[in-house]
């Protein structure tokens, strides 16, 4: 009977730690979900975060592309005008034509980069078409009326890139052609885009005094911010830019963007 109550005993003994144990175990893994649910939502609190902050980034620097190209083509050219007015009034109203037309576009990009921030209240207006190389032609045209004479070799099979890839590449040629432009007479600039089948290389050399004679060599004017941004922009797709002053003068901007993000 003694050795009965003893087993009894014993029993309620190692219940009673076998219950004590199993609660320290559930308290300690609902501790375990409680801080790995704190900690996932700190990784989505920095993730989104990050995310505003390369957006914020992005828009940065689309708007800076806008305006420093728009806004230099508009001041030269509105300079031209003001020189010829008295001389030439119908060169000086195609230059302000020009003003007018680069107004407009910068109008329309700028209203297409809000649209992207601010939902549309109705689709009545339709948003300009977004950069690209296949819309070259008219930013060389347009360039080349600001007064920047313009050769474009094309090498490859010119075809449809990816939207991120296409709209940089364009960025490159515009950011380099207007820093071109803001060295006024003597100066031009030769693009290259050559289509491979893994990358689209890009490539713009402008003229300038040569280093070797002492001259100044064309470089991009204003804080580097447009440069900076389009090295940010083309390292998110795996590729690398260069950009550098050029032996017999002037100035070289080159890049490859793989088609393929790594």
Known sequence: MIILWLLVAALAVLAALLASALLRASRAHTRALEER??????????????????????????????????????????????????????????ALL???????????????????LVPQASDDEPLS?????????????????????????????PRPLPTGVDVTAYRIIQEALTNALKHGDGVKAEVTVRYAAHAVRVEVLNT?????????????EGDGRGLLGLKQ????????????RRLGGGFRVRAKLPLERP
């Open 37 to 94: 649910g704190w900690l996932l939502e700190r990784e989505r609190e920095t993730a989104a975060r990050t995310a505003v902050d390369a957006e914020r980034a992005r828009i940065a620097h689309d708007l800076h592309d806008i305006v420093s190209h728009n806004v230099s083509v508009m001041v030269i050219q509105a300079g031209a005008a003001r020189q010829v007015l008295a001389t030439e009034p119908e060169q000086a109203e195609a």
């Open 98 to 116: 020009a003003v007018e037309a680069a107004g407009r576009d910068t109008m329309a990009e700028l209203r297409h980069l809000l649209g992207l």
């Open 129 to 157: 078409p977004q950069p690209s190389l296949s819309r070259l032609s008219a930013l060389i045209d347009r360039i080349a009326f600001a007064g920047l004479p313009v050769e474009v070799r094309i090498s490859g099979d």
């Open 208 to 220: 300038g005094p040569s280093v070797l004679t002492g001259g100044r060599s064309p470089a991009p």
């Open 233 to 244: 922009r083309v390292a998110v797709y795996g590729g690398d830019l260069d950009a550098r």
